[in-house]
């Protein structure tokens, strides 16, 4: 069995000291640059793997970062964790990903989190209230993304929903389009906020030619989709995501045709921009790299410089339409 290779190892190659070697490894500022450059080759070189273990006890650390997630299907969750893992190593974090299969997390699967020892939990599911005062009583910070908490003890950062709506109403008074519906199968605040800045720039539009249908993830909406759809001639749909965009896509398409040709489908999210696997859809767009970074930036000037706790981030991220023909 191979040694593994030690920081006197890569002193020894480079013949510099083993202080030297640790404080590159760490990106101390003590360091030139071009000493980091060269330990950081020289390690690669022998295969050195950080021993993060033994940092930790140092250190009292453990750059354990749980994310929580409530899909595999939706790509939304897809894109945001690649986006947010890519960052999260390029921080120094080890990120965990935790499931939970409700649309609101509950103490009972804060177990990963505290058997790991995170130093923070990054929520992209809504946080029950008996969770946010678990983490905090635990010195846990946390963070939730996409959704707009209430509480004081919660870190937000959020796209700019009300505008996101508004902006998809200005497209629709924009086009020659008789009927409006918005679509959601989300009860949450996010999908009321998108819903509101919808039905607001509507306002001198609405008598009879703006519906709103509503459900919940469990549900089988197709059915009630498609029947308004044909009953009252609608020829413009604004879904909460673009993951149900897709899917009021197919059912339409699958009924008919000539429907589906002259109606116009706008979803929130602007995911096939990350990604060449899903269809393009005109949709409402942010930074999904601003999104994470917010929150991570957050967390990291808080713990390296021993800010309170109790300032909590509340960001919101400005939108943009993208139009697709």
Not at 197 to 222: A, H, I, Y
């Amino acid at each position: 069995m191979n040694k593994r290779v030690s920081m006197k190892d890569i002193a020894t190659e480079l013949n510099i000291s083993v202080d030297a070697v640790c404080k590159a490894l760490n990106d101390s500022p003590r360091i030139s640059k071009k000493t980091k450059e060269m330990v950081n080759l020289k390690a690669k070189e022998l295969g050195y793997i950080k021993n993060t273990s033994a940092s930790n006890l140092k250190t009292g650390r453990t750059n354990f970062i749980a994310v929580f997630i409530n899909s595999f299907l939706n790509p939304y969750f897809a894109v945001v964790t690649t986006k947010l893992f890519q960052q999260l190593k390029k921080k120094g974090f080890i990120g965990i990903l935790c499931f939970c299969d409700k649309h609101v997390l509950t103490a009972d699967y804060l177990q990963q989190v505290f058997t790991n020892n995170c130093e923070a939990v990054i929520s992209l599911v809504e946080p029950a209230e008996d969770v946010v005062s678990l983490l905090d009583e635990n010195n846990v910070e946390l963070y939730v993304l996409g959704i707009r908490c209430e509480n004081n003890k919660v870190n937000y950062v959020v796209t700019d929903d009300y505008d996101g709506g508004r902006l998809v109403g200005k497209e629709f008074k924009k086009g020659n389009y008789n009927k409006a519906m918005f679509v959601t199968d989300s009860l949450s605040g996010t999908s009321d906020i998108r819903e509101k800045g919808f039905l607001d720039e509507l306002k001198d539009v609405r008598n009879n030619r703006v519906f709103v249908l509503k459900d919940n993830p469990e549900t089988d909406m197709s059915k009630e989709v498609i029947k308004m759809i044909a009953r009252e001639n609608i020829d413009f749909i604004f879904c909460f995501s673009d993951y149900l965009a897709n899917k009021v896509r197919r059912w339409i398409l699958s009924f008919d045709n000539i429907i589906y040709k002259r109606t116009k489908i706008v979803g929130y999210d602007y995911i096939y921009h990350y990604s060449d696997s899903y269809e393009e859809i005109s949709s409402v767009g942010y930074s999904i790299k601003e999104l994470c970074n917010s929150a991570l930036d957050d967390f990291i000037e808080k713990r390296n410089n021993n800010i309170s706790r109790e300032n909590k981030i509340k960001k919101v991220i400005p939108v943009k339409y993208y139009n697709v023909q």
